[in-house]
């Protein structure tokens, strides 16, 4: 084939390769019926959510204004082994990216050879004399160039797969570093709670061992009986007994802190929150839906619909010959000394046709297991969008319902603590045994540990509302807002 034949071909090649299977079109988040505009709303108003992962989630927990929170977290961005696991494998996912995607170009490598080779001697035969046996060299110096004239989108179809992949692999990534920065807010939030708790037990157990002491003098005195002192042991005793308890809770959260923050558990250590404590974070009253286009895990269910839906283009060129194009150029000769003079010269050009013509089904088979990989990829993504939605509601309801619940504690915190007051007056007057006073006092202390809990539970609940949507309400924070 002459060169010019060969460029024509290629151009031929270009102008009429195309691309089968289809296009990608994201379908619909739910095949029945549209998405709510906002949560917690009957509005009619309706809005086709677009994944948009990319979009800034920004430092999410300084609406905590928690110094603390905040030093844990940048820990946990810079030394989190899962997350560094993550980040090699997003590392990876682009490399493959990368490779798929230089199939598109031409592929040229340059070799060289110097080979001895030996023919063998010519048997004789009637009338002729036996053959001499030739030895000589061959120098070889050539460029090979090598590519697929993607005719029907095969190649094309496999970078687009790789490229969702690529993307998908990037929202892993994110989802991964909001789940791990949500799971150490949480555990810091725990943590802060317990310690109230402990503090709250840790000043009972005083006050109990001060009651006794209180009793025993009494009981030397004539004025209460065995059964007193015995009651207002029994109470110190198990106050004391639930000490270990905490103990063991803020020793194991400490050491899932340390982890979180790729630490030793041995030299980790949390910083006591500040006295004047803030508030809790003021949520909107009215969260529109387009927030979850920030969750990962659902912009990553929409890429993966792409990567399949590409996946059933490369099954569908499958069915249609592929088309190489080679050549080669160099230099080739017997004599080291003549191994790159213009007469050694040699060349080669010309097309590879390669057409499936039977394949015991093969192809038919691989296009039927695209076609039901999209499918479960769609309805995994409808899952996730449903998950997200029942997600956010949740957590807006706890966040109701706790509010109603803490309200409810604290009134009979409040109703405990007049309880107790009067337990003691009646004590003291000799009107009533120990034992009203040892309940009231449990009841208090139960009350106010209820509190304290319940305290905790509503940061988590904000913790947990933030990750449901994707990293919070508001993506206008940035590094400079630290509290101090």
């Not at 003098?217 to 110190?236: C, H, M, N, P, Y």
Request: charged share 20%; glycine share 6%; with cysteine.
């Amino acid at each position: 084939m002459k060169p010019g034949s060969a460029i024509s071909l290629v151009s031929l090649t270009l102008l009429a390769g195309c691309v089968v299977g289809p296009d990608y079109q994201r379908p619909e988040a739910l095949d029945s019926q549209p998405l709510p505009a906002r949560f917690g709303s009957s509005t009619n108003e309706w809005k086709i959510a677009t994944p948009a992962a990319h979009l800034p989630r920004g430092t999410w927990w300084l609406v905590f204004q928690d110094p603390e929170l905040h030093r844990l977290e940048t820990l946990l961005v810079n030394g989190n082994q899962t997350l560094a696991g993550a980040v090699a494998r997003f590392d990876r996912a682009r490399a493959e990216f990368n490779l798929t995607r230089a199939d598109l170009f031409p592929h040229l490598n340059a070799t060289g050879a110097a080979t001895r080779q030996r023919t063998s001697a010519q048997a004789p035969q009637a009338g002729k004399a036996a053959g001499a046996a030739h030895t000589y060299n061959t120098f070889t110096t050539a460029l090979t160039l090598g590519w697929e004239a993607d005719l029907w989108g095969r190649v094309r179809r496999e970078a687009e797969s790789a490229q969702a992949a690529y993307a998908a692999a990037a929202d892993d990534l994110a989802a991964v570093q909001l789940a791990l920065q949500a799971e150490l807010a949480t555990d810091y939030f725990t943590l802060r709670a317990l310690n109230i708790e402990r503090a709250l037990v840790t000043d009972t157990i005083d006050t109990f061992r001060r009651s006794l002491e209180l009793t025993r003098d009494r009981r030397k005195g004539g004025i209460v009986s065995d059964l007193d002192v015995a009651q207002a042991e029994t109470q110190l005793r198990t106050a004391e007994a639930q000490l270990p308890a905490l103990d063991r809770q803020h020793a194991r959260l400490m050491h899932a802190l340390a982890i979180l923050c790729g630490q030793p558990a041995t030299l980790f250590s949390v910083a006591p929150p500040p006295q004047a404590q803030p508030g809790l974070p003021l949520v909107p009253a009215s969260l529109p839906s387009e927030l979850l286009e920030r969750r990962p895990d659902i912009a990553a269910a929409e890429r993966r619909m792409a990567l399949a839906n590409a996946q059933v283009g490369v099954a569908q060129a499958a069915f249609f010959p592929r088309l190489r194009l080679n050549g080669l150029a160099g230099f080739q000769s017997i004599e080291a000394g003549s191994a790159f003079n213009w007469s050694s010269r040699m060349w080669s050009v010309g097309p590879a046709l390669d057409l499936p013509l039977f394949t015991g089904g093969h192809n038919r088979a691989q296009l039927a297991a695209a076609h039901a990989t999209y499918q479960a990829t769609v309805a995994d993504y409808r899952q996730t969008v449903l998950n997200a939605f029942a997600d956010v509601e949740d957590q807006l309801a706890a966040r109701q319902y706790l509010a109603a619940q803490l309200d409810a504690e604290r009134a009979a915190l409040a109703a405990a603590k007049r309880a107790l007051a009067i337990a003691n007056n009646r004590y003291a007057a000799g009107l009533v045994t120990f034992l009203e006073v040892a309940t009231a006092q449990s009841a208090a202390l139960q009350r106010e540990r209820s509190v304290a809990q319940l305290e905790g539970a509503q940061n988590i609940t904000v913790v947990g509302l933030i990750r449901a949507l994707g990293g919070g309400w508001d993506t206008t924070q940035s590094l400079a807002e630290i509290p101090p």
